[in-house]
């Protein structure tokens, strides 16, 4: 167990906030992130775990609750309801919310891409054979999600 | 479009590339100001640790006896196929809940317990903890999760999960188990001593 609570350490941290980019949605994100280290541990046991697998255990939570949740459509339930102190890193909170928001605008291929591109796991090449698309087709449609982003959070200011 | 602008926040660039967009940065202000704001955005994208990860309840390493070690290889040993006819994906969640509580007694742990079991009608937690009544859970939404929020004390506790009434079930994220009196197994969840 020694080595699964390294890996759970190690990981954990980049885990949710990659689940964060994904959902948007806090408690949802800390649900798939147990449940991904848990599929991950009996799926490939102490010895078997790594991070692409993890993270490729965890993309698949998020789509198999979004199938059975229809997660992008449904409403009532606020980004980011987390416990802590609200004063601690408020500027920087509120605005890693409005990027976590901006995110969720996104097409879901563009989210998709642009999450797996942040963890810094994956490179172009691994990416591309994750979603079925080429190394030169990930190259651009990651750099326009990117401009998009922008865009979103540009338009945001202005309207905020 | 500038696709070299993602690739060197990807670090997919080659030396030669790199070599191109130096130069070009040192060239074209335009470019320099939309390459920092992209990295700018992408610092806030690929922040970790602004919101706490949830604990997850692994028993301390070396704290569990031979004889149980033994036991859990053999009883993970036949999940690591068949583990999907169980139907079920359970987890526990223990989050330390600072915000909108009263704060709790000291050597108290506010916890949340999650499990996921779409098919159920009613899911309860008996424990220690609970002077081993079934307390129900709650939906969440039709999500095929339930949960539940206690307070509870610092230290090692079983508990168990029961389904629908009578289906009592350990949790499978928990590797410390023990049998109890009635052909089952209960959990053995650590409190205060997570990883």
Redesign the interface.
């Known amino acids: 167990?020694?080595v699964?609570?390294d890996f759970?350490?190690d990981h954990?941290?980049?885990l949710?906030?990659y689940l964060?980019?994904m959902t948007g949605d806090?408690e949802?994100s800390?649900?798939l992130?147990?449940?991904s280290?848990?599929?991950c541990?009996?799926?490939y046991?102490c010895k078997g775990l790594k991070p692409s697998l993890l993270f490729t255990v965890a993309r698949n939570a998020v789509y198999d609750?979004g199938r059975?949740?229809q997660v992008r459509h449904?409403s009532g339930r606020k980004l980011?309801q987390?416990?802590?102190?609200?004063e601690e890193?408020h500027l920087?909170?509120e605005?890693?919310q409005r990027?976590l928001t901006a995110?969720q605008q996104l097409e879901p291929d563009e989210k998709d891409l642009?999450s797996l591109?942040?963890t810094?796991i994956y490179?172009?090449r691994e990416i591309a054979q994750q979603v079925g698309i080429s190394e030169a087709n990930v190259?651009?449609k990651?750099?326009?999600a990117?401009?998009k982003?922008?865009k979103l959070?540009e338009e945001g200011k202005h309207h905020g | 479009?500038?696709?070299i602008?993602?690739?060197f926040?990807?670090?997919?660039l080659s030396i030669d590339d790199k070599m191109a967009l130096v130069k070009r940065l040192k060239v074209d202000p335009e470019f320099f100001s939309e390459t920092l704001?992209?990295l700018e955005?992408?610092k806030?994208?690929?922040?970790?640790?602004?919101?706490?990860?949830?604990l997850?309840a692994?028993?301390a390493?070396g704290a569990?006896p031979g004889r149980l070690q033994g036991f859990l290889k053999d009883f993970?040993r036949p999940?690591?196929g068949p583990?999907g006819v169980m139907a079920v994906?359970?987890?526990?969640?223990l989050?330390?809940?600072?915000?909108?509580r009263p704060g709790p007694p000291a050597g108290v742990c506010p916890s949340r317990l999650?499990v996921?079991q779409?098919e159920a009608r009613e899911v309860a937690v008996a424990g220690a903890f609970t002077g081993w009544e079934a307390v129900s859970m709650h939906a969440a939404?039709?999500?095929?999760?339930w949960e539940i929020r206690l307070d509870i004390p610092r230290g090692e506790h079983r508990f168990v999960y029961i389904a629908d009434g009578h289906r009592r079930f350990a949790d499978?994220?928990i590797?410390t188990r023990e049998q109890d009196d009635f052909g089952g197994e209960n959990s053995i969840l650590i409190v205060g001593q997570a990883?």
């Open positions: 167990m020694i699964f609570a759970y350490r954990r941290d980049r949710l906030a964060l980019r806090y949802l800390c649900d992130m147990q449940e280290f848990t599929r541990l009996e799926r046991g609750h059975h949740c449904r980011c987390v416990p802590g102190n609200p890193h920087l909170r605005e890693y990027v995110m642009l591109a942040a810094s490179s172009y190259k651009v990651v750099h326009r990117r401009m982003l922008k959070l | 479009m500038d696709e602008i993602s690739m926040i990807d670090n997919e704001a992209l955005q992408d806030l994208l690929r922040a970790e640790g602004l919101y706490p990860a949830p997850l692994v028993k390493p569990v993970f999940l690591v583990v994906v359970v987890m526990v969640v989050g330390v809940v600072l915000a909108h999650v996921y779409p939404g039709s999500s095929g999760y499978p994220t590797l990883i």
